[in-house]
């Protein structure tokens, strides 16, 4: 889960937070997650990463700067709660983050397949003979 605040932007449609339930948010002005209307930005300006206990910002081909903090930034860095980010003239903090657990689709079919094994439910003889036609 990913939890930003855009705090200024040209984009005055985006001026809100944003909550994502997943661990990688892309950011742009054409492409990816948020889009956001800034000359500035390029058209996928940065990607940020929950990996583990760590956020942390990349930017993207041809990106050549970005600030934290109103630091200048040119790389791969990890950032923290509460810190200000600015891509293009654009600015974001950062409010909350967490790695988000992602199943699989056969990992949640199995799931359910083992709990209706478990019941022994009426619908895994439906799911055998459909799995018997589709042989």
């Known amino acids: 889960m990913i939890h930003l605040e855009i705090i200024s932007s040209p984009d005055i449609n985006i001026l809100t ?5 997943q661990n990688e948010v892309y950011l742009g002005r054409t492409s990816g997650t948020i889009h ?3 000359d500035n ?3 996928s300006h940065a990607m940020i990463e929950v990996v583990a206990s760590d ?3 990349h930017p993207q081909k041809g990106v050549e700067s ?3 903090d109103g630091k200048r930034s040119t790389s791969i860095r990890k950032i923290a709660i509460g810190q200000i980010i ?3 003239t654009t600015t974001f ?3 909350k983050f ?3 657990q992602i199943n699989s689709k056969k990992k949640i079919l199995d799931e359910k397949l083992s709990k209706l094994l478990e019941t022994n439910s009426i619908r895994l003889i439906v799911i055998e003979k459909l799995a018997h036609l589709m042989k």
Not at 17 to 21: G, L, P, R, S, T
């Open 55 to 57: 956020l942390i910002i």
């Open 17 to 21: 937070d944003f909550q994502f339930w």
């Open 41 to 43: 930005i390029r058209e």
């Open 93 to 95: 903090k950062v409010l």
């Open 66 to 68: 970005y600030l934290i």
């Open 86 to 88: 600015t891509i293009g």
């Open 98 to 100: 967490e790695e988000t």
């Open 36 to 38: 956001i209307k800034d």
